[in-house]
């Protein structure tokens, strides 16, 4: 489990960045698990929006695929971000797809600072092979296929997660040092750079 950073730095981060911090990228990044300590670490609040989809629908995000089909999770999906407009304080770890449309991007940068994860295409393959029973893109799938599916969808989406105010590599199999970079660009950019018109 992560332990709190440094107590200046969190002091520092919370006065000056009283804001969301939106993590994007591909499945298997590593979205939910840094958001969860990069949370703990700063003493913000830590929102996935998967679960609170699932939550909301009492359906897994399987069954949400299944049943209902992509089109209406898209807008749950779209529906669930908005409200963390109502959120401070808060680390949102998004789905693999989020920011993949204007209106999602659009919103997330305008509303917090954003971060995405980037992992190279064999790691994420690695990730993806033990853990692909939870995600309806691949849950049929065998390792060839995840493989071919990485090669076609991350190219499409890449665009995308490159729109976020920093890309951080996240092929570390230690999470802590993760989040130590995504606080280090924090800090830097609040103290040096800003961004102009960002909704704190």
């Known amino acids: 489990m992560a332990q709190p950073a440094n107590h200046d730095m969190v002091n520092f981060v919370s006065k000056l960045l009283l804001m ?4 994007v990228g ?3 990044s590593g979205k939910t698990t840094v958001a969860k300590n990069l949370a703990t670490m700063l003493q913000f609040s830590y929102f996935d929006l998967d679960e609170q989809i699932e939550t909301s629908t009492g359906m897994t995000i399987n069954q949400i695929f299944q049943n209902r089909g992509e089109p209406f999770f898209r807008q749950m999906e779209q529906a669930q971000l908005f409200q963390t407009i109502s959120k401070e304080r808060t680390i949102i770890a998004t789905g693999g797809g989020t920011p993949c449309s204007q209106p999602n991007m659009d919103f997330i940068l305008a509303h917090g600072l954003s971060v995405y994860l980037r992992v190279d295409p064999e790691v994420l393959t690695e990730r993806l092979v033990s853990s692909k029973f939870n995600r309806p893109y691949i849950k049929n799938l065998d390792e060839k296929g995840i493989r071919r ?9 890449e665009p995308w997660y490159q729109m976020a105010n920093y890309v951080i590599e996240a092929n570390l199999t230690e999470h802590r040092e993760v989040e130590e970079r995504i606080i280090s660009q924090v800090k830097e950019l609040t103290l040096f750079r800003g961004r102009p018109g960002l909704a704190l």
């Open 26 to 28: 591909f499945m298997g």
């Open 149 to 157: 599916l990485i090669r076609v969808l991350l190219p499409e989406r």
């Open 20 to 23: 969301r911090i939106f993590l």
